[in-house]
Nanobody, 125 residues
Framework: QVQLVETGGDSVQAGGSLKLSCVASRDSIRNRYMAWFRQSPGKEREGVAALYTGRGSTYYADSVKGRFTISVDMAESTVYLQMDSLRPEDTGMYYC??????????????????WGQGTQVTVSS
């Protein structure tokens, strides 16, 4: 069992930056897909960014490419999401997710086995 705890959500103005952190309970997050999803009221949960820790491969939704960066600190079992040039449409609850196995269709929430409780990001115009 892997427990995930997200922190870093806040309220910011458009154009601002935030850095989200996701700490995993186990010592190792090796060979897993780690991802950030977000959900706004009335909308489905959507994949924002993902990283496969086995190769360091990264994946981004088109809406955040060039503005968000996902990274990992393997020693600290922590995944980060640096969010720059934030827009009001980035508002939502951000969730960290992890797979049990080294495979995922990274945007598919059903492929992830472990989820954090979420951290709220609010971007005002």
């Amino acid at each position: 069992q892997v427990q995930l705890v997200e922190t870093g959500g806040d309220s910011v103005q458009a154009g601002g930056s935030l850095k989200l952190s996701c700490v995993a309970s186990r010592d190792s997050i090796r060979n897993r897909y780690m991802a950030w999803f977000r959900q706004s009221p009335g909308k489905e949960r959507e994949g924002v960014a993902a990283l496969y820790t086995g190769r360091g491969s990264t994946y981004y939704a088109d809406s955040v490419k060039g503005r968000f960066t996902i990274s990992v600190d393997m020693a600290e079992s922590t995944v980060y999401l640096q969010m720059d040039s934030l827009r009001p449409e980035d508002t939502g609850m951000y969730y960290c997710a992890a797979t049990k196995i080294p495979y995922a269709r990274w945007t598919m929430a059903d492929d992830y086995d472990y989820w954090g409780q979420g951290t709220q990001v609010t971007v005002s115009s």
